[in-house]
């Protein structure tokens, strides 16, 4: 469990370092980038396979290059995909794991940035997996002059065990649900959005 726990570390050190020192490029049509336009540019930073860092990754960016196309999703995957709201959930159901794929973004009070959020999670049946070798949740402050996104620290003391994280669909706020150990929801928090932090 503890070679898990390293190794998804080290894959967010990895993608936060590729990131923080060469930016990623959002390339969009319109006025401003919706949540697949951030979805993709994220998924585009392994445009090379070879340079995919893990298998979670690869199958992220099969799904959305599915959607894109008009396409049906691989077999297991399903994807909601809501542009007004500024969210995306992909999940991937086989041999009764679920791993799950959450993205949205906030506008910031500056009106000069925006905050991309990524958030993978996995669980067996009903049970929280505690963690997954690929659970994580990572943030991207966008440059709406520089169209491009870095990895940012947002202050968020992230956990890795008993602890699950749910983005916002409707409204603006994080939702951080509290495991007991057999696996069973104990207790909610709420992180809340205030248009430049969460507190």
């Not at 998804?8 to 697949?36: H, N, R, Y």
């Not at 086989?94 to 910031?108: A, I, L, V």
């Not at 659970?135 to 956990?159: E, P, T």
Request: aromatic letters at 14%.
């Amino acid at each position: 469990m503890m070679k898990r726990i390293v190794f998804a570390m080290m894959l967010t050190m990895c993608w936060m370092t590729m990131s923080a020192q060469e930016g990623i490029k959002v390339v969009f049509q319109g006025a401003a980038p919706d949540i697949m336009d951030f979805a993709w540019a994220w998924a585009m930073i392994w445009d090379d396979q070879e340079n995919t860092p893990d298998e979670s990754a690869a199958a992220l960016r099969r799904s959305l290059e599915c959607y894109r196309n008009g396409e049906a999703q691989p077999e297991g995957f399903t994807i909601t995909v809501d542009k007004k709201a500024g969210y995306i959930l992909v999940q991937s159901n086989h041999d009764g794991f679920t791993q799950k794929w959450e993205m949205c973004y906030w506008n910031m009070a500056d009106k000069k940035h925006k905050l991309f959020a990524l958030c993978v999670e996995t669980s067996e049946g009903d049970k929280r997996m505690n963690p997954g070798q690929y659970d994580g949740l990572s943030f991207y402050r966008y440059d709406n002059a520089k169209r491009q996104m870095n990895v940012v620290d947002m202050g968020i003391d992230v956990q890795y065990f008993n602890t699950s994280y749910a983005l916002p669909r409707i409204g603006k706020d994080i939702i951080v649900t509290h495991w007991s150990e057999n696996g069973r929801e104990k207790w909610q928090t709420t992180l809340k959005w205030n248009g430049r932090r969460f507190k």
